[in-house]
């Protein structure tokens, strides 16, 4: 099998299934239960985000993605920047999984979520 093609089938398929959560249902809340393993709380239900190191896996609620081997998953970092504007959307939660394989030493296969809300609404 192509390991290149492998990842960048299982790093979609997650950037679309986290997609679809953030956009199909309004984000209420979220939580760090340890570096590898974070909760996010949604209008309709909770999904669980866990990284499994040993076994190249990244679980989304019911969904798992499998890496081929030699992919490293870094620890998943949420940044959240709040602008200035009158109404609406004034801030960006960002989510990224940071993915490299040994193969392509000079290439990512990060995750990058961005997920724009109204921190008058919510707040993070």
């Given at each position: 099998s192509n390991v290149k093609s492998d990842i960048i089938i299982e790093q979609s398929s997650l950037s679309n299934q986290l997609n679809k959560e953030f956009v199909k249902n309004n984000l209420i809340s979220y939580s760090i239960n340890s570096?590898?393993?974070?909760?996010?709380?949604?209008?309709?239900?909770?999904?669980?985000?866990?990284?499994?190191?040993?076994?190249?896996?990244?679980?989304?609620?019911?969904?798992?993605?499998?890496?081929?081997?030699?992919?490293?998953?870094?620890?998943?970092?949420?940044?959240?920047?709040?602008?200035?504007?009158y109404s609406g959307n004034?801030?960006?939660?960002?989510?990224?999984?940071?993915?490299?394989?040994?193969?392509?030493?000079?290439?990512?296969f990060d995750v990058n979520i961005v997920y724009m809300y109204n921190s008058n609404a919510l707040n993070l």
């Open positions: 570096s590898d393993n974070y909760s996010f709380i949604f209008t309709d239900d909770i999904y669980d985000l866990v990284v499994n190191r040993t076994e190249y896996t990244i679980k989304f609620g019911k969904y798992t993605y499998k890496f081929p081997e030699g992919t490293k998953i870094g620890n998943p970092s949420i940044d959240i920047k709040t602008f200035s504007v004034d801030s960006i939660f960002i989510l990224n999984i940071p993915i490299t394989n040994n193969k392509f030493p000079d290439e990512n």
